[in-house]
C-alpha cells in the first residue's frame, strides 16, 4: 500500500484556496486535454459559483510520485470557521495561505492558531505574486511574527516557504522566478508533512464531517485513526454520551480526484466516506464490534446569532412561491437540520414562527438564498446576537474587525465604528492603505458594512472574527436614518416619487407593486415617514403637462439579501419570495403601528 500524506489547505477569505487546489487536481493530470476547466470546480454549487466563495469543506485525493495525498479545501469566511477546525482534525499537516498584498487576516490568525494548537505542521504558501502592488517579503515576516506570537513551538516555527500565484498555476521557492506548474509546492509537501501513521488494532474513525446525496442522504466522513475498515462490517458507534449503538458498515469509498471511488477496504491514514450508519453525529466514533473504544470528542461550534424565520403573511403571499405554508416552511427547516451542522432550531409560540440559529449573517442567508431558489416564501426578522449570562453578568459575543481603507477615510470609519462601541486597536500604514483594527460588539457590526461602503466609496475592505463573549457594552445606536412606508396598495407612479425625491432614497421604482405598511424607501430624518406614491398626476393641470420631461427620478438602491438582512430593525420584516426582496413593517397597519409603540413607550 501506498503511503499517505493528509492536509487542510487553511486561510483567509479569498487568498486562493480553491485556485490552489484546482491547480493541484490539473497537474497531476486528473483532467482530460478537452475538459473545460474555466471555472472552479471545486465550488460546485450554484451559490458558491455565484459569489465565489467556498461555503462546505471538501476533499479531494491526488496521486503524486507514488504517494496519495489527501487534500481537504476549507471555506475561509469566518462565519464558517468551525468547519476548519473540525476537518483539520483529519490532516497531519497545513498549507497556510497568504495574500501577498493582504498579509494575515483575522481569519489567518483564527486558523493558524487552531492548526498549532492541534500541534500540526504548516507549510506557508505566499500566495498572488503576480499583483502589481504586493509585498511578499514583509508578508513573510508578518506570518513569522503571527506564528511566534501564536506560541508555536520551535519546529512550527521552522516552516517551509513556498511562493507563488495559484491563479498563474505556478509554485516556487523564490517569488521572482515564476516556475513552470505546482509541482514545487507538491514536492515540499512531501518531504515536510508527516506521513499518515499506521495504526494496528481495531477499527477507530471518528466521523468529522458529512456529504449529502439526494439519493442516499447522508454520508459520513472520517479518516481511519486505527486499523482497517471494510464494506459490510458491522461495527459499534460511540456515541458523544458514550452510548453505544450496533450497526454496520453499507458502502465504503475513498476520495480519488474530484469524486469518491467504491473500495471493499481502507486502510488506517487514510480519509473515507461510508453510509449505513443510521442517525450519526458528528464527533462519534465507529469503531469494533465487540470492543469499542470511543475517541474524545470534538469541539463542535455553537451558534451566536439566530433569526426569526416565519411564513410570509403580506398582502402579495403566494403570487410567486410555491411552498408558503407553515408546514412547509417546517419541514424544509428540519430537513436542513440533517446537514447544517452548526444550525439550530427553536420552536416558538406561534406554529408559524421558528427562531434559526446560525454561524453569522452569510451562513443563515446562504440557507435562505436555497430556499428562495427551491421555490419557498418566507419572512425574516432582525437578526439578533446570542447574549449569555457568565458569573452572573450579561453579557455579548466581541469581534476582531479589521479594515483597509484608503488614508483619506480612515477618520470616517473610525468614527462610524466608535459609534457603535468599537475601541480602536491599531492602525498602522499598509501598502497604499491604512490597516486598522478594533473590538466590536458582534451587534456594532451588523449594518455597518452598508455604512462603511457609502463613506468610503466602496474602497475599504472589512473582515471580521469572533473574540470571546465579554460584558455588555450598552446601548448601540441602531440605524439612524427613519424609513419611508408606503400608505397605499397599488403601483408606484413616477411622479408621485419625484414629487417626494427630496425627503429620501427610494428603494423601489415606478412600476413596482406596493402594499401599505411596505418600506419603499430611507427617510432623510431619523423618524419614519408614511407617503402616497400611487396617485397619478391629475390631467386636467394642463400647465403641467410638459414638466415630465424634466423629472430626473434617482435610480432606486437595491438591496442585497444579507444587505436588507442587516437594514431592518426590531419591529420589521425581510419578505423574501423566489423573485423578490421587500422590506415591511411588521406591523402594516399604520394605525396598529401608533397604538403599539405608544403602549410600548407607556
Ligand atoms: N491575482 C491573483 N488572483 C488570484 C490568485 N489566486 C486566486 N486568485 C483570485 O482570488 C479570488 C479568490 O480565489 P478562491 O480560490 O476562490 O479563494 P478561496 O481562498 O478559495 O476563497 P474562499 O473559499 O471563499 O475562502 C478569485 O477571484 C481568484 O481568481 C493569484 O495567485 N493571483
Ligand atoms: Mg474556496
Known sequence: MSEIRNIAIIA????????????????????????????????NNDLERERGITILAKNVSVQYKGTKINIIDTPGHADFGGEVERVMNMADGVILLV???????????FVLQKAISAGKKAILVI???????????????????????????????????????????????????????VTHLLD????????????????????????????????????????????NMPVSVVKRDGKIQKSRIKELFVFEGLGKMKVSEAETGDICAFTGIEGFEIGDTVADFENPEGMPTMHIDEPTMSMLFTINN?????KDGKYVTSRH????????????????????????????????????????????????????????????????????????????????????????????????????PKGDLTHIEFEIPSRGIIGLRNNVLTATAGEAIMAHRFKAYEPWKGHIPSRIAGVLISKDKGA??????????????????????????????????????VVNICTEKQLTNMRASGTDDKMRIVPKIN???????????????????PKSIRMRKTILNENDRKRVSKSVSA
Open 12 to 43: 483567509h477569505v479569498d487568498h486562493g484556496k480553491t485556485t490552489l487546489v484546482d491547480k493541484i487536481l490539473h497537474q497531476c493530470n486528473l483532467f482530460r486535454e478537452n475538459q473545460a476547466t474555466g471555472e472552479l470546480i471545486l465550488d
Open 314 to 318: 403580506s398582502p402579495f403571499f403566494g
Open 492 to 529: 408606484a407612479v413616477a411622479y408621485s416619487i419625484d414629487k417626494l425625491q427630496d425627503r429620501g432614497k427610494f428603494f423601489i421604482e415606478a412600476g413596482e407593486e406596493i402594499y401599505p405598511g411596505m418600506i419603499i424607501g430611507e427617510h432623510i430624518r431619523p423618524d419614519d415617514l
Open 559 to 577: 438591496f442585497s439579501l444579507e444587505e436588507a438582512m442587516e437594514y431592518i430593525q426590531e419591529d420589521e420584516y425581510v419578505e423574501l419570495t
Open 188 to 231: 515540499v509537501i512531501i518531504a515536510n508533512i508527516p506521513t499518515a501513521p499506521k495504526r494496528e488494532g481495531t477499527l477507530q474513525i471518528q466521523i468529522t464531517s458529512l456529504d449529502y446525496s439526494s439519493f442516499i442522504g447522508r454520508i459520513a466522513v472520517g479518516r481511519i485513526f486505527r486499523g482497517i475498515i471494510k464494506e
Open 329 to 428: 416552511l417546517r419541514d424544509r427547516l428540519y430537513k436542513e437540520l440533517e446537514k447544517n451542522l452548526a444550525m439550530r432550531i427553536e420552536e416558538t409560540n406561534s406554529p408559524d414562527s421558528y427562531l434559526v440559529f446560525g454561524r453569522g449573517i452569510l451562513h443563515l442567508s446562504v440557507l435562505i438564498e436555497t430556499m428562495r431558489r427551491e421555490g419557498y416564501e418566507l419572512q425574516l426578522g432582525q437578526p439578533q446576537v446570542i447574549v449569555k449570562e457568565i458569573d452572573g453578568k450579561k453579557c455579548e459575543p466581541i469581534e476582531v474587525l479589521t479594515v483597509d481603507v484608503p488614508q483619506e477615510s480612515s477618520s470616517k470609519v473610525i468614527d462610524l465604528v466608535t459609534q457603535r462601541k468599537g475601541n480602536l486597536l491599531i492602525m498602522e
Open 99 to 109: 495574500d501577498a498584498f493582504e498579509g494575515p487576516m483575522p481569519q489567518t490568525r
Open 127 to 181: 500566495n498572488k505574486v503576480d499583483k502589481p502592488n504586493c509585498r511578499p517579503e514583509e508578508v513573510h515576516d508578518s506570518v513569522f511574527d503571527l506564528f511566534f506570537n501564536l506560541d508555536a513551538t520551535e519546529d512550527q516555527l521552522n516552516f517551509p516557504t513556498v511562493y507563488g500565484s495559484s491563479k498563474q498555476g505556478w509554485m516556487g521557492p523564490d517569488y521572482k522566478t515564476p516556475t513552470a506548474d
